[in-house]
Antibody, heavy 113, light 110 residues
Framework: QVQLVQSGTEVKKPGASVKVSCKSS????????FHWVRQAPGQGLEWMGG????????NYPQKFQGRVTMTRDTSINTAYMELSSLTSDDTAVYFC??????WGQGTLVIVSS | QSALSQPRSVFGSPGQSVTISCTGT?????????VSWYQQYPGKAPETLIY???KRPSGVPDRFSGSKSGNTAFLTISGLQAEDEADYYC??????????FGGGTKLTVL
């Protein structure tokens, strides 16, 4: 049974960056498209982008371009999402999702001065 | 890239059927079969109910079914149970390795 285990809660100041990890068990990152999705308090799900398993290429919606970086380390089956220039609007739970089928448990990121 | 349109809330009584719609455009929902549905309880991660518009992952009860017509996808829950009270989201492939979610629908079991 594949599991995705994410890193723990982060508290950041405005303007800082945060890097969230997502470790996959069972299958390698090279076999599946890895997505990142966030959910602000009381809001819906928002697709932030993903990593193509074939070549590691990334795709981000325009909203996040220039501010988000998604990477992976296939040697340790771990995907990463780094978001920079944080504002209070980035306070949310961040999920990784393999092929948008199997989901991590979520990582709460709080941005507060 | 606009969010897909879902009703904010739907209601149903135990044993009844409810259908949740997810309306997009020819650039997302209407583009391919790649539409999925998720169930989410408060404070929990989403769980996949439907993928490829109509397929159920193993372990998902057959009370949950998906369909698609043109630019609109549907999730139908039959034999409604109290435990079905949750938020439901649709998601569609929007081309060029991009995806878009619906705004979510809160299902209340009366």
């Amino acid at each position: 049974q594949v599991q995705l285990v994410q890193s723990g809660t982060e508290v950041k100041k405005p303007g800082a960056s945060v890097k969230v990890s997502c470790k996959s068990s069972g299958n390698t990152l090279s076999d599946f498209f890895f997505h990142w999705v966030r959910q602000a308090p009381g809001q819906g799900l928002e697709w932030m982008g993903g990593v193509n398993p074939k070549n590691g290429d990334t795709n981000y919606p325009q909203k996040f371009q220039g501010r988000v970086t998604m990477t992976r380390d296939t040697s340790i089956n771990t995907a990463y999402m780094e978001l920079s220039s944080l504002t209070s609007d980035d306070t949310a739970v961040y999920f990784c999702a393999r092929d948008l089928m199997r989901w991590g448990q979520g990582t709460l990121v709080i941005v507060s001065s | 890239q606009s969010a897909l349109s879902q009703p904010r809330s739907v209601f149903g009584s135990p044993g009844q059927s409810v259908t949740i719609s997810c309306t997009g455009t020819s650039s997302d929902v209407g583009l391919s079969i790649y539409v999925s549905w998720y169930q989410q309880y408060p404070g929990k991660a989403p769980e996949t109910l439907i993928y490829d518009a109509t397929k159920r992952p193993s372990g998902v009860p057959d009370r949950f079914s998906g369909s698609k017509s043109g630019n609109t996808a549907f999730l139908t829950i039959s034999g409604l149970q109290a435990e079905d009270e949750a938020d439901y989201y649709c998601c569609a492939f929007a081309g060029r390795y991009t995806w878009v979610f619906g705004g979510g629908t809160k299902l209340t079991v009366l």
